[in-house]
């Protein structure tokens, strides 16, 4: 568990990357109680200079020697690195917050959204995952209505940006719209298509049953985050050509009859959602309005008259802040009110 202290000495692991730039971001923003900020990454990227707090802060090589005297590290540099630093830096006595996929489904790790589940910090042992992005943003707003009207079914369709799959997508996908653009040939590297001026409706390997891995963890997590197995999800997930923010078209079957007026009513007080939905005026949720927001954005909330108690809603959110680097964020400051 964390000790209670007034100055915390934080890890960023995979800090050169596009969420472990991210992650210094807000914890600048944020005034996290820091005594020391410490970065790590690769070889190649040793000695880069990150600016935090008008400082300069040098990133160190990743070695299983660099956790001791660290209180809390913040983990994105992928699956492989996690499975084998985590148990190193949590044996060290480090708090490890990790952004991959690799300890989400394990039953002995919280998987947790500070504002869906933070009693499940609890019960940590070390290491907590941070949930996919593309789930994060859905449970934010399913757990109020589920708390309302008890929600039996979810039918998701995602919207997902190129930043999603990191730098070199966001590279491709801007190179790819001016070479089209100025009639030159392209060749797809990143993804297995044209991401420019195109949607993939493929994130993620293919699974025997037809569905991606992205989709099996939307499935996986939604469960595990909001505690109740009952609920039903099936999930098709896209690759848009947009370079930041995931957008979700959301349909929810409840058990209770629940209005479109009250699921705005339960929303808008709701902690992390904004309701902003006024279509007839054009007002609805993009993913160009939620770059740098906080906030998931809820819009074109709806009935479904196909089934007996059917909601349609669109959301909307950041998939750098709340979906990876802010979640990641909370919990460590969940910790330390619990600490």
């Excluded at 660290?70 to 708090?95: M, Q, T």
Aim: proline content about 5%; aromatic content about 6%; charged content about 25%.
């Amino acid at each position: 568990m964390l000790k209670k202290k007034d100055r915390y000495v934080v890890a960023v692991v995979g800090a050169t990357g596009a969420v472990g730039n991210e992650m210094v971001s807000v914890l600048e923003e944020r005034h996290f109680p820091f005594e020391k900020l410490r970065l790590f990454a690769s070889e190649r990227s040793e000695g880069k200079i990150i600016n935090f707090h008008n400082k300069g802060v040098t990133v160190e090589i990743l070695t299983e020697k660099v956790f001791e005297g660290v209180d809390i590290a913040l983990f994105s540099a992928g699956g492989e690195r996690s499975l084998h630093y985590a148990p190193i830096a949590a044996k060290a006595g480090c708090v490890v917050i990790d952004n991959s996929s690799a300890w989400r489904m394990d039953p002995a790790v919280p998987l947790v959204v500070p504002e869906v589940n933070p009693q499940d910090l609890k019960w940590h042992k070390g290491i907590i995952a941070n949930p996919n992005c593309s789930t994060i943003q859905m449970v934010v707003v399913l757990k109020p209505i589920h708390d309302a009207a008890k929600i039996r079914r979810v039918v998701v369709t995602t919207f997902q940006s190129v930043s999603g799959t990191g730098k070199k997508a966001m590279d491709e996908l801007f190179h790819q719209t001016a070479d089209i653009l100025n009639f030159r040939d392209i060749k797809p590297v990143v993804y297995p298509h044209q991401i420019a001026f195109n949607c993939l409706p493929h994130i993620d390997k293919f699974m025997e049953d037809g569905y991606t891995k992205e989709e099996i963890k939307m499935v996986n997590e939604t469960k595990k985050i909001m505690g109740d197995g009952s609920i039903k999800v099936t999930a098709t997930t896209v690759r848009v050509p947009v370079f930041r923010g995931h957008a979700e078209s959301i349909n929810i079957e409840t058990a209770k009859k629940i209005t479109p007026n009250e699921v705005r009513a339960v929303l808008s007080k709701a902690p992390g959602v904004i309701v902003y939905d006024a279509p007839e005026k054009n007002v609805y949720p993009l993913q160009t309005l939620t770059a740098g927001k906080d906030e998931v954005y809820v819009g074109r909330v709806r009935e479904d008259n196909t089934v007996e108690n059917g909601i349609n809603i669109w959301i909307a959110a950041d998939n750098l802040r709340k979906g990876a680097a802010l979640n990641a964020v909370q919990i460590a400051e969940e910790l330390i009110k619990m600490a």
